[in-house]
């Protein structure tokens, strides 16, 4: 009898395993994967607990050791009304479940499966088809209800204090630092640029330009490179940021100087339907709207996501220009008045497919949004030339639009080893742009106008960005683990522009060929990598890792079908991670990699480009790669709940390239002017020590700290006329307050603090060669300028309400006392200048997000003839 029972048990499971398909590598091997374990929990007045840590274990025997040892099965948090829920997990290993919270007495205890007794006159005889009721008390066997858990409330649980789980504000690893900002009070209802305000080492100026140690990261999303902007990402879909200051060879080694800040969005956990509504309004007109389903149940798991953001900006500045051109001196100010208005639509997608226990597949994207901008300036100009005095406006009214796409299609398939798996990505990146814009010159004469110029610049583009990526993972001996991986990047972009030019006196517009910069280029690097990680006898950590990479790109002015192409050959670049405990508490990490920035075809093409008469930008074609070494030396130590890290980092760029304002022929006029253009300097040198701090001081009150000290110099003797400067210490530090008030009120405090700078080494090098930073879209040199000293406060509150907190409102000012205007200084041969701006101060926001969503397991839990697969929901 027992074997029949036996033999049914076997035939249904391996009936079950072959319905699903193999398994891993095992193939059509029995899945014994099949139990399901379910409860909730409750606190001594039967009330459920949230979020409550709930672990399931299995207990296995060391090889080593002979010892036995818990293993990880699966983890997860409870839900609103306590309910926990296992599916998928093993019936034939011993296992334990452990469940734990703030304020409560862990709680421990066994979980088994035990087959019914069976009566011996339901055997089966040979031949005959198992009996349904049979085998409807084996499968009940394999589901245990647990039922209501009752957590002891701790007895050195503080009185009067109420108690919340929130995640560490800093995560550190072996090569980067994860700041957990999902609960950030100041950044609701904004950007990601409004997000990376308060991340320690991170520094935005007054054009939303993101530095990390005075120089611009990489921008990745989810841990793919991204060509979307950060103020194209909702703050609220933001779950943490991670920054690589020093990235490993898993990275692409291009982007030498600031490394990668990855932004990790959320992710939803819950079986069900849920999703969130965030509506918010500033005080200058703008508003945005932000929608999150989710569903997920078996095998699929899918996310929807829209945005629309309608954006009111508002900049005030002032420029005064000093110069002596040819012999001729001249001195031009500025009364600068610029908005902005626009809106942005940003549709997503997610879908997971779980093909088996151990295969997902992913497909994700965003089609149908873009975004429309109409900005405008007034400018009231007065020049001085040679004692004569004139005046003019400038009035500027564009229209920008752009139309992306964007698809994502992922493998991932683990293996019966644990740690061991196998990831393949295609990503997809392409879309539309076209601008408009009208150039109106009014001179003056005792505020009559007499004479106008106007200058049209009409231009629409296309690009294509695609990566193929393969990644894989094997354990080794000693906690190690050897990772390997190849990636392709290619690259292709089409821009036509054309401008005209209606003189003074004129009715006719005539086409500025030299100012109609049609071109078009591909661009396509190749990289292989592999790394290895464990650690050694002396119990020292290591992560050591090698890339090769090779590039190439071809251009062509469409207008004189003039070619341009280069390739750079195969260049390695190793890194090495060392990480030893000094205690259980000190940690010592030392990091040493180095990097590459090729010029792009925008800095090579030999064009003048005057599609702006006031930034005359050229390539040039001589200009070759610049690498960069980098080392970092970190100590964190962790008390409680505090943490502290201190490192000291610095780097060293050859061939450095970088900005470079001269006097040249206008291709215009046929007279000298100022001309911007890309020169390699010898090289830069940034070196500096960094400090972060966070602890929750008090139950209520949670401090993130930063300071940084730094030095940097670009070495410009190989530059003709250039002034050679010294390398400038500065400091730059931020503080972020977050009090837990009574009654679910809540406090954010923000201050941050830029001290006299050089100009950041990589600003405004980006595709296009356009400059933008200063008025009138100046662009500025890194080697010749620096900026004055600033600072800003930014307060918000937030009440918290409804069943189950699921609605909040809050209210965020930023810039409380105008003081992050931006004072800039540039001087080179001929001219001197200054230049101020100050971009929405003191703006107010208020917003108001609604969750929602079925939390109740217990109308999902698996019936008998069900097989429910779960899984943990994708990006």
């Keep these: 009898m027992k074997n029949s029972i036996l033999t049914s048990i076997i035939a249904l499971i391996s009936f079950f395993s072959f319905a699903q398909g193999p398994a891993g590598a095992g193939g059509n091997a029995p899945n014994f994967n099949r139990g399901h374990v379910f409860g909730k929990v409750v606190d001594e007045q039967g009330k459920p607990v949230e979020f409550a840590s709930v ?83 084996m499968m009940a066997a394999f589901e245990k209800d647990l039922g209501n858990i009752k957590l002891l409330s701790d007895s050195k649980e503080l009185e009067a204090v109420v108690v919340t789980s929130t995640k560490a504000l800093l995560e550190m690893d072996i090569d980067k630092k994860s700041f957990n900002v999902g609960q950030n009070l100041v950044t609701s209802g904004g950007t990601a640029v409004d997000v990376m305000r308060n991340i320690p080492s991170v520094q935005v100026d007054i054009d939303g330009n993101v530095k990390v140690r005075n120089a611009n990261p990489t921008l990745f999303i989810d841990g793919r490179p991204t060509s979307l902007s950060m103020d194209q990402i909702p703050a609220d879909i933001i779950e943490k940021v991670e920054v690589i200051t020093n990235p490993s060879a898993k990275y692409d080694a291009s982007g030498s100087m600031a490394g990668i800040i990855n932004i990790i969005l959320k992710k939803n956990k819950k079986n069900g339907y849920n999703g969130m509504l965030n509506l918010s309004a500033d005080r200058f007109g703008g ?35 000093n110069s002596n051109i040819g012999g001729v001196e001249s001195s031009v100010y500025q009364d600068i008045n610029s908005k902005n208005k626009g809106s942005m639509f940003f549709p997503r997608f997610s879908v997971d ?157 005539k086409t500025i060929p030299s100012a109609s910069t049609n071109y078009e280029n591909k661009n396509n690097v190749y990289a292989a990598y592999v790394s290895v990680s464990g650690k050694s006898a002396n119990k020292i950590s290591y992560k050591i890792g090698l890339r090769a990479e090779s590039s190439s790109y071809d251009g062509k002015l469409l207008n004189t079908n003039q070619k341009f192409s280069n390739s750079f050959p195969l260049s390695l670049f ?226 918290t309400f409804l069943k189950n907190d699921l609605a909040s409102l809050t209210l965020a000012a930023n810039d409380l006392f105008r003081t992050r205007g931006n004072t800039r200084y540039s001087y080179g041969e001929g001219f001197s200048q200054k230049y101020y701006r100050l971009s929405n101060p003191q703006m107010i926001r208020l917003t108001l997000s609604i969750r929602f969503g079925q939390f109740n397991m217990n109308s999902m839990k698996r019936n008998n003839n069900q097989n429910q697969d779960g899984m943990q929901m994708g990006q």
């Design 55 to 137: 672990v399931l274990l299995k207990t296995v025997v060391d090889p080593a050791t002979k010892q036995n040892k818990d293993i990880l099965v699966k983890a997860q948090q409870a839900e609103l009304n306590g309910d926990f829920n296992f599916k998928e997990i093993p019936v034939n290993v011993r296992l334990k479940l452990k469940i734990s919270f703030v304020g409560y007495k862990n709680y421990e205890a066994p979980v088994q499966f035990e087959m019914p007794k069976m009566d011996p006159s339901s055997a089966r005889k040979p031949g005959q088809a198992p009996d349904p009721a049979v085998m409807a008390k």
């Design 287 to 321: 508003s945005s709207f932000m929608g999150n389903f989710s569903y997920q149940q078996n095998k699929w798991s899918l996310t929807l996501m829209g945005m629309k953001m309608n954006m009111r900006n508002n900049t005030e500045g002032n420029s005064q220009r």
């Design 353 to 509: 497919y779980a093909a088996t226990n151990r295969t997902t597949l992913t497909l994700a994207g965003f089609f149908g949004g873009g975004g429309k901008f109409s900005p405008t300036e007034d400018i009231k100009i007065t020049s001085m030339v040679n004692n004569f005095t004139t005046f003019s406006n400038r009035l500027s009214e564009s229209s920008r639009e752009f139309n992306p796409s964007g698809l994502q299609v992922g493998f991932k398939h683990t293996y019966p080893k644990a740690g061991e798996e196998l990831s393949m990505d295609f990503n997809y990146f392409g879309g539309t742009n076209k601008n408009d814009a009208t150039y109106t010159t009014n001179y003056l004469n005792n505020g009559n106008i007499t004479g106008t110029q106007i200058q049209k610049n009409i231009g629409s583009g296309s690009n294509n960005f695609m990566t193929f990526q393969t990644d894989y993972v094997r354990p080794l001996k000693n906690e190690g683990t050897i990772e390997m991986g190849v990636r392709a990047q290619l690259f292709e972009l089409v821009n036509e522009n054309n401008n005209t030019l209606k003189a003074v006196g004129s009715d006719v517009y």
């Design 574 to 799: 190793p890194s090495i991670f060392l990480k030893k405990d000094l205690t259980p508490t000190d940690q010592l990490q030392l990091s040493i990699t180095r990097r590459v920035s090729r010029p792009n075809f925008f800095q090579i093409i030999p064009f003048v480009d005057y599609s702006d008469s006031l930034n005359i930008t050229r390539g040039n074609a001589d200009l070759v790669p610049e690498f960069t070494t980098s080392g970092e030396l970190s100590y964190s130590k962790t008390k409680g709940s505090a943490t502290f890290l201190l490192s000291g980092y610095y780097k060293y760029t050859d061939n450095l390239i970088t900005r470079f304002l001269s006097q040249e022929i206008n291709p215009i006029s046929g007279k000298l002017d100022l001309i911007n253009t890309f020169v390699n300097a010898n090289s830069s040198i940034n070196f500096g020590i960094e400090g972060t701090y966070t602890n929750k001081l008090q139950n209520w009150w949670d401090l993130t700290a930063n300071i940084n000290m730094y030095n940097s110099k670009i070495n410009t003797a190989n530059i003709e006329k250039a002034q050679i400067t010294d390398g400038l210490w500065t400091v730059f530090g931020k503080i972020n307050n977050t009090f837990q008030l009574p009654k679910k009120w809540s406090i954010q405090l923000s201050m941050d603090y830029q001290g006299k700078t050089n100009m950041p080494i990589t600003q405004n090098q980006g595709q296009g060669g356009g400059g933008g930073g200063g008025p009138m879209g100046q662009a500025q040199s890194s080697s010749q300028g620096y900026i004055e000293p600033f600072y800003g406060v930014d307060l918000a509150i937030k009440k």
